[in-house]
Nanobody
Framework: QVQLVESGGGLVQAGGSLRLSCAAS????????MGWFRQAPGHEREFVAA???????TYGDSVKGRFTISRDYAKNSVYLQMNSLKPEDTAVYYC???????????????????WGQGTQVTVSS
């Protein structure tokens, strides 16, 4: 059984930084897309970033220039470095993986098959 486990969330002041980690177990995901979504109370789950090694990274408009996604293929992990955090970045952040054979880096929730349990990020003003 494949599991995605996030860590690294917490409380930070506006302008600060956090680094989220997501470790996959049960299956090697190096050939597939891995990414991050977030969901704030009362809002839809929103695409944040995703990466597939030969296709580079894709970011949501609201985080471009502030967030950076990276992967450690040896560790079967994906990371999200979040800088210049804003109160509107407050949400539960979910790690996700697309294990379909298409290979396209999707930006929609329905394009991802595997999900972590989420980690809370709270940015205070």
């Amino acid at each position: 059984q494949v599991q995605l486990v996030e860590s690294g969330g917490g409380l930070v002041q506006a302008g600060g930084s956090l680094r989220l980690s997501c470790a996959a177990s049960g299956r090697t995901l190096s050939s597939y897309v891995m990414g991050w979504f977030r969901q704030a109370p009362g809002h839809e789950r929103e695409f944040v970033a995703a990466r597939k090694w030969e296709r580079g990274s894709t970011y949501g408009d609201s985080v471009k220039g502030r967030f950076t996604i990276s992967r450690d293929y040896a560790k079967n992990s994906v990371y999200l470095q979040m800088n210049s955090l804003k109160p509107e970045d407050t949400a539960v952040y979910y790690c996700a993986a697309d294990v379909s054979p298409t290979g396209r880096v999707g930006v929609h929730r329905y394009e991802y098959d595997l999900w972590g349990q989420g980690t809370q990020v709270t940015v205070s003003s």
